[in-house]
């Protein structure tokens, strides 16, 4: 075998941050100013979603687990209700529906895309309803990599079910789906899901450090949501329960008075991470074009390697800010396990990673559901491998990249 030059450049990470000096003075605006935790930049920041999105509400939160999580609690599970879940997914996904009380319906996923479409919501929805439990009560596609799920339908099936929809965005702020008119819309724009959750961690293409957020177009929600976040406390007047102690003899209300009508929790977002997401926010249409641009790139320096290797298949439903750019390589095929794949292309100074383990196939969910039989998620997960994709690459990062994979591959 013959031996990989070593790295010809600076380490390329499969994805990370690109902080620019704008980005650091706004947050050096905010540690002189008067406010770290949640002040007058995390409203600015939700005002921001909201006009990137076209959605009536922003919650900013924690990171996207806990908008995940928050999501969830929500829906108001009771024990036994279910919620169907991608398995490629992150962890998260399904982890909120867990620690809100529910069960997981885990659906396949498309073998070539890795997404969840109407055909594996179907087959879930289908074997959940000849399996014990309880109630089916929502859905949570994921638009796993930057591409959009064909959301319309899976809306138009949910609704017919009787369940709520929830899509996780993670991976998709500025990504767009097309809608049933055939124009594209935002993700997130809350016009086809009850809630949306987004997260801003390094290496998504808007960062916060850490950081999340829900959109949605519902008052009450936005207004749940905002309690939940913040430990379940109220503090508007109209909402105490008890007068006797909210208010004074005159009728004034006592100024320091809260009261808490339900558990919720510290999911609070800072100033200081929220005056980054802001600042980011301003360059989400050039990242999300650069983020493009590089993976058409990728697609046409590595079209010589098919039918070894090739891009997952593009859904006709999406216009992708690209999160990440994942591959299917037929390993075997190379005769090299993608475990040797990517040591010798980190030898040459250039990361990889791959999204995801089935969450069906964890430990914790094999205890509780038993071995599930999804192929389409198999079959994605044994040939999926993610390339550095971030908006400071360079189109050279991408040839060198290309080149890199091709000899790895014997084919270079």
């Keep these: 075998m013959r031996k990989i030059a070593p790295s010809q450049g600076p380490f390329l990470p499969y994805g990370r941050q690109l902080i620019e000096e704008d980005d650091i003075a706004a947050v050096t605006a905010v540690l002189r100013g008067d406010w770290l935790t949640t002040g007058p930049a995390?409203?600015?920041?939700?005002?921001?979603?909201?006009?990137?999105?076209?959605?009536?509400?922003?919650i900013a939160c924690a990171n996207g687990t806990a908008a995940l999580h928050l999501a969830a609690l929500a829906l108001d599970l009771a024990p036994g209700d279910r919620v169907v879940v991608p398995?490629?997914?992150?962890?998260?996904?399904?982890?909120?529906?867990?620690?809100?009380?529910?069960?997981?319906?885990?659906?396949d996923c498309d073998a070539d895309s890795g997404l969840m479409e109407?055909?594996?919501?179907?087959?879930?929805?289908?074997?959940?309803?000849?399996?014990?439990?309880?109630?089916?009560?929502?859905?949570?596609?994921?638009?796993?990599?930057?591409?959009?799920?064909?959301?319309?339908?899976?809306?138009?099936?949910?609704?017919?079910?009787?369940?709520?929809?929830v899509d996780d965005a993670a991976h998709a702020i500025g990504s767009r789906y097309r809608a049933a008119d055939g124009n594209t819309k935002p993700i997130g724009d809350g016009r086809l899901s009850a809630m949306t959750a987004f997260s801003?961690?390094?290496?998504?293409?808007?960062?916060?450090?850490?950081?999340?957020?829900?959109?949605?177009?519902?008052?009450?929600?936005?207004?749940?949501?905002?309690?939940?976040?913040?430990?379940?406390?109220?503090?508007?007047?109209?909402?105490?329960?008890?007068?006797?102690?909210?208010?004074?003899?005159?009728?004034?209300?006592?100024?320091?008075?809260?009261?808490?009508?339900?558990?919720?929790?510290n999911y609070r977002v800072t100033d200081i991470q929220c005056a980054l997401g802001l600042s980011q926010m301003k360059k989400l249409k050039r990242f999300a074009a650069q983020r493009r641009?590089?993976?058409?790139?990728?697609?046409?320096?590595?079209?010589?390697?098919?039918?070894?290797?090739?891009?997952?298949?593009?859904?006709?439903?999406?216009?992708?800010?690209?999160?990440?750019?994942?591959?299917?390589?037929?390993?075997?095929?190379?005769?090299?396990?993608?475990?040797?794949?990517?040591a010798r292309l980190k030898a040459a100074g250039i990361g990889s990673q791959v999204h995801y383990i089935p969450v069906h196939m964890q430990p914790y969910y094999?205890?509780?559901?038993?071995?599930?039989?999804?192929?389409?998620?198999?079959?994605?997960?044994?040939?999926?491998?993610?390339?550095?994709?971030?908006?400071?690459m360079e189109d050279s990062d991408v040839d060198r990249v290309a080149a890199a994979l091709a000899e790895v591959l014997g084919r270079g």
Excluded at 42 to 51: D, I, K, T
Excluded at 118 to 144: R, T, W, Y
Excluded at 149 to 162: K, M, S, T, V
């Design 366 to 392: 094999r205890r509780r559901y038993g071995d599930l039989d999804l192929p389409g998620a198999q079959a994605y997960y044994e040939r999926t491998l993610s390339l550095p994709l971030f908006a400071g």
């Design 293 to 342: 641009r590089l993976a058409d790139r990728y697609d046409r320096q590595l079209a010589g390697l098919a039918p070894l290797v090739r891009p997952i298949a593009r859904s006709a439903s999406s216009e992708a800010a690209w999160h990440i750019y994942p591959l299917l390589i037929d390993f075997a095929g190379a005769g090299i396990s993608r475990a040797r794949v990517m």
């Design 200 to 265: 801003f961690h390094p290496v998504k293409t808007i960062a916060m450090g850490e950081g999340g957020a829900l959109t949605t177009n519902d008052d009450n929600l936005a207004l749940r949501l905002q309690r939940l976040r913040s430990h379940g406390m109220v503090r508007e007047e109209r909402e105490w329960q008890h007068r006797d102690l909210a208010f004074d003899a005159d009728g004034s209300a006592n100024p320091w008075y809260y009261e808490m009508p339900e558990v919720g929790l």
């Design 87 to 107: 398995s490629v997914t992150f962890l998260a996904t399904a982890n909120a529906v867990r620690l809100a009380g529910g069960e997981v319906v885990f659906a």
């Design 42 to 58: 995390v409203a600015a920041f939700e005002r921001a979603l909201c006009e990137a999105t076209e959605a009536r509400h922003a």
């Design 118 to 165: 109407v055909p594996q919501l179907a087959e879930a929805l289908e074997h959940a309803a000849a399996a014990p439990g309880g109630p089916l009560k929502a859905v949570f596609p994921v638009h796993l990599t930057g591409q959009c799920a064909d959301l319309p339908a899976l809306a138009a099936l949910a609704a017919e079910q009787g369940l709520t929809l």
